[in-house]
């Protein structure tokens, strides 16, 4: 998948899953401060859990919070394969 095609794919999943829309420039800011050591650590991951809720105006609970943070910790992602990651939120294969 095309760079440009995630993208549009992202902000679809959000607008769908939130009703809220969200632009390239808003997803691309939280973006670029996500680095691969993000997804190891807990304290920068529920930051950025955080940080997106906050983007897109939803609140997610402290459980989900805690879910989002096992699930990712404990699935074999290779964490600098972004477009995989992204792939595995959209629920694709």
Do not use: C, F, H, Y
Not at 23 to 36: L, Y
Request: hydrophobic share 35%; glycine share 4%; aromatic share 0%.
């Amino acid at each position: 998948m095309a760079n440009k095609d995630m993208s549009k794919d992202v902000l679809s999943v959000v607008k769908k899953k939130t009703g809220k829309s969200v632009t390239s420039k808003d997803i691309e800011k939280i973006a670029s401060g996500v680095k691969p050591s993000t997804m190891q650590s807990e304290t920068q991951l529920r930051a950025l859990i955080k940080q997106v809720s906050g983007l897109v105006n939803v609140k997610v609970s402290e459980e989900t919070i805690n879910d989002i943070v096992q699930a990712v910790k404990s699935s074999k992602l290779d964490t600098n394969n972004m477009q995989q990651l992204m792939n595995m939120m959209m629920g694709k294969k």
